[in-house]
């Protein structure tokens, strides 16, 4: 079955889990509530996780190559760009 939340843009889903994080901390929720809170908040950390690692697979970073052509190469995020 899919969830409603697969087609929600990335920046809803994030307001929506820091809503969720917000009634979570303010301590006031009933346990099952709370309970509740928390399934929903790690559904949608765990939503958003698979779209920002679908996302940076998609990542190229614009560079030169050897003959100095502009081309594109993927990015490697443990060099902070550019290799």
Known sequence: MKDR???????????ELEAVVARLESGELPLEDALAA???GVTLV?????????AEA???VLGRDTNGRLALEPLDPAAGGKE
């Open 38 to 40: 928390f399934e929903t």
């Open 5 to 15: 939340r697969d087609e929600q843009p990335f920046d809803q889903g994030m307001a």
């Open 46 to 54: 765990r939503l958003l996780n698979e779209r920002l690692n679908a």
């Open 58 to 60: 998609r990542v190229e």
